[in-house]
């Protein structure tokens, strides 16, 4: 039976408001005629000896692992994980450390484009948007949540957009048995701009990356910048997730990409 893929990755690029300003990939390009003198002199050759005066492209890139699509590990939200599951918990897994059997499995869809810009979505939202697709969660089912941001990628409004998961909403997935999730927003959390604002009016602190720091009580690992949701289905897809195996880092860029039949 014919497969579609559909890549669900952000491509790395610099001059876009793609995360905060401290943030933000540098991209430096060299080109053909660019890198030719430097390999002509190491060899002792003129640069026209070279094809069409010609050698390698290559790009000098200056980013976090956060950068692009890619995929937080347990040790970014906090020192340790699984205190719910083991008494006194354990040291947070790094992205090295991620099972890889759980980087490919079946995916599920939550489509919260309709919820607004700063919502923290619950446990409630989650399991009536369950029931609409009707789909029940397995574990490791790998849950993504297309979110209004998706649309705004690039966009100078994009780190304030969309909705976030918040504690109950992450917890209720966890405990279902959920490893791995994704979020075509900047964050798993509602944007921090909103945050803060709650923060501001209430004085409860405990709000700041809220879903983020379940990884205290169930570790897991979390996508974000994800892209093209709006091309999938609700389920009846795969998901292969791998990301890059940066040793004891907290996250690792990630080519993610959907898989179904056609």
């Known amino acids: 039976m014919p497969q579609r893929f559909v890549d669900i990755s952000t491509p ?15 991209i430096r390009y060299a080109n053909h005629h660019d890198t030719a003198p430097q390999m002509a002199e ?4 003129s640069v026209d000896q070279l094809p069409n005066g010609e ?9 976090t692992t956060h950068s692009g699509t ?10 340790r994980m699984n205190e719910k599951l083991v008494p006194g918990g354990e ?22 484009r309709h919820l607004p810009d700063g919502y923290v979505a619950t446990a409630a939202d989650v399991e009536t948007e369950l029931n609409r697709i009707g789909h029940a969660l397995r574990p490791l089912d790998i849950v993504v949540v297309n979110t209004a941001a998706g649309a705004r990628y690039g ?31 900047w964050s798993w959390d509602a944007p921090f701009s909103f945050t803060r604002q709650r923060v501001k009016e209430t004085g409860d602190v405990s709000l700041i990356w809220e879903g983020h720091r379940v990884g205290r009580d169930i570790g897991y690992f979390q996508m974000e910048k994800l892209n093209n949701l709006p091309d999938l289905p609700s389920s009846g897809f795969i998901i292969a997730c791998f990301p890059v195996k940066v040793h004891k880092a907290s996250a690792g860029w990630t080519r993610a990409v959907a898989i179904f039949d056609d």
Do not use: N
Request: glycine share 10%; aromatic share 12%.
């Open 12 to 26: 790395l690029m610099g001059g876009i408001r793609s995360d905060p300003p401290h943030m933000l990939p540098k």
């Open 42 to 45: 190491y060899m002792g050759i």
């Open 55 to 63: 050698y390698a492209a290559r790009e000098d890139v200056e980013i």
């Open 70 to 79: 890619h995929m937080d590990a347990p040790y970014h939200f906090f020192s």
């Open 91 to 112: 040291p947070s897994w790094t992205i090295d450390q991620v099972p890889l059997e759980w980087c490919f499995k079946p995916g599920v869809k939550l489509d919260f």
């Open 155 to 185: 966009h100078d409004d994009y780190i304030d957009r969309g909705c976030g998961l918040g504690r109950e909403a992450t917890l209720y997935l966890l405990e279902r048995g959920v490893r791995v999730v994704g979020t075509d927003a």
